[in-house]
């Protein structure tokens, strides 16, 4: 970062701890702090050189906040927020469900005093981007508000990226987007890897990103950090709908599918009993459109992304182990998958990347395919970037450079011309390998969860990992097994 840059990471910074010892998180903080910038930065299209009419009435514009202190600020903008909620288009879904969590008028003037001071339109958008999703990071850190399950490990979204290498006047979905976090990953790869002309950059910012974010607090931080990553503006059409996107067909399909679907197995929904208790059961769609009828959250996302892609789509997708190996449902959709699809690539992923703990998952990559009679899917390539590999989030965290070996074995340029590391006699530690379709059918229950290599900490008790590592391995399986245990449970109908 710029030393300007640092300068004002650091000034944003200044308030965490202060708001947390009086109960305002990180995630409180930041939706504070998206409402207040979405307001500035409104300001400051409305004035020269800009001089845009905005549909921010008067009363409720940056300037009448700057204008109070004390007991009529906090009472002004608790009003502001309200009547800010309930315009339409972007500025509406900005501030949905918006809330006043600062209850403090000395410390909500301060930081009203130092988002004021800055000319934030002037800034570049990697500025304005860095800040923000410097913080998004940071409520990922913050186990107890279980803001991680929406951020994905921003390394691994850009060796997707970089492997997918989305090209320009194309379109990108994500039926799960969190924060945004694939958006931006993809608009920096167009940006930096193409000479853009007018109508590719118009397209770029208009008419190329669409998600769907069902959790209002994390859809409003994902429209924020478009936005201030130059993507859309503030008037533009809304790129990411509040809908559950598995209740029905996607109103499009779409050149590229990069995403990382809610890690929770089950889908479930609340209802109320005839006693007048409020009791959960499971959530099935029932979509014509899908092989299989299951309340598996994440077999349901699988077979929506399949049907989101165009004839020539592709797509990349973040998947828990469950969806390799799983029966019924999950063998089924397996065979679909890779009779209709090219299932080229498997990415099995290390513990310790990802905030929400007790995820062991993988990146599965396929290309969607016209109707044919002999199967899509001729060799299925796996990486295993998990078998002694250790990550923790703070002293050994995923970064990209780690990736770059999986990039270059992917060969992103042409696919079609690579070469397996992994021989039994000459090279039996090579972690890149391909297996038929034949072979992948063959297995039981056409289980895609494939190892090969040997594990040193179960060979050689002499050569185990840190203490430190061991006990992130053993909260993550600690933690799988309890969400396990949850699904049974939940299955079963009883309560936690």
Known sequence: MSNNTSSIVSKVWAFCNPLRDVGVGYGDYLEQLTYLLFLKMADEYSKP?????????????????????????????????RELSTQKGILGQIFTKSQNKIQDPAMLAKIIDMIDKEQWLVMGADVKGDIYEKLLEQNAQDVKSGAGQYFTPRPL?????????????????????????????AYDYLVANNKLDKDQNKFLKYSTFFGNEIVASTRRMALMNLFLHNIGDIESDNFISPADALIAASPATYDYILANPPFGKKSSQTFTNNEGEQ????????????????????LNFLQHIRTMLKTTGIAAVVLPDNVL?????????????LETTDLHTILRLPTGIFYAHGVKANVVFFDNKPASKEPCTKEVWIYDYRTNIHHTLKKNPLNIEVLQNFITCYNPVNRFKRKETYHPETNPEGRWRKFSYEEVIARDKTSLDITWLKDESLADLDNLPDPEILAEDIIENLEAGLESFRGIIASLNMKV
């Open 49 to 81: 050189p800009h001089n845009r009419k905005l549909n921010i009435p008067a009363e409720y514009d940056w300037e009448s906040l700057t204008a109070r202190k004390g007991a009529e600020l906090e009472l002004h903008y608790s009003t502001l927020l």
């Open 157 to 185: 979204i850009k060796a997707m990226v970089e492997c997918v290498r989305p090209q320009p006047m194309k379109t990108i979905a994500d039926p799960a987007c969190g924060t945004g976090g694939f958006f931006l990953a």
């Open 279 to 298: 009791e959960k059961e499971d959530l099935t769609y029932n979509r014509q459109d899908f092989w299989v009828t299951t309340s598996n959250k994440q």
């Open 325 to 337: 190996f799983e029966g019924g449902a999950g063998e089924t959709l397996r065979k679909k998958l």
